[in-house]
T-cell receptor
């Protein structure tokens, strides 16, 4: 069983829709990352969270440490948001563990 | 600007060949990582290194080895490539353990 589970695996949305991607983990962590991977492979870090909520433009990430759950929200989605979104946790011991990713397609 | 480069974007090799994947970072990072990414399995750690000449096995080291002779360069070696090593290979580096890693663009390796 993967220590990091993401849902949904695939998501198609109309431009302008509010999008939520969920991440649940089963281990103790020191922090959680949300990553974005565009077609072609390059991965960039969007957020690093250890508690609460962070916002960057139209992206909002939240984490509930007690429930071992994080969400990534995209407001007013746009076709350029189409990408794979990956949740990654840092276990104590400083190793990353990755979810399998959520493939998002935003249709104009 | 932070940069992690990988020697090839696409590579096609034959079964049994020795394959070298090179990764170079220009950020003076201590930590470097090799992952493979497969559909439905996500990113899996092959090897990592916290210092020059130091290496640690990740979750799936079988069939792979690594070399870190210089701080900026971390090489992944497939001693005898097999078809089940067809995958996307991603290198990453980070300054501090646990900080966001910077990823290279990836090498899509096909083993025929």
């Amino acid at each position: 069983k993967n220590e990091v589970e993401q849902s949904p695996q695939n998501l198609t949305a109309q431009e302008g829709e509010f999008i939520t991607i969920n991440c649940s983990y089963s281990v103790g962590i020191s922090a959680l990352h949300w990553l974005q991977q565009h077609p072609g492979g390059g991965i960039v870090s969007l957020f690093m969270l250890s508690s609460g909520k962070k916002k960057h433009g139209r992206l909002i990430a939240t984490i509930n440490i007690q429930e071992k759950h994080s969400s990534l929200h995209i407001t007013a989605s746009h076709p350029r948001d189409s990408a794979v979104y990956i949740c990654a946790v840092i276990k104590t011991g400083n190793q990353f563990y990755f979810g399998t990713g959520t493939s998002l397609t935003v249709i104009p | 600007d932070v940069k992690v480069t990988q020697s090839s974007r696409y590579l096609v090799k034959r079964t049994g060949e020795k394959v070298f994947l090179e990764c170079v970072q220009d950020m003076d990072h201590e930590n470097m990582f090799w992952y493979r990414q497969d559909p439905g399995l996500g990113l899996r750690l092959i090897y990592f290194s916290y210092d020059v000449k130091m290496k640690e096995k990740g979750d799936i080291p079988e069939g792979y080895s690594v070399s870190r002779e210089k701080k900026e360069r971390f090489s992944l070696i497939l001693e005898s490539a097999s078809t089940n090593q067809t995958s996307m290979y991603l290198c990453a580096s980070s300054l501090l353990a646990g900080r966001p890693p910077y990823f290279g663009p990836g090498t899509r390796l096909t083993v025929l």
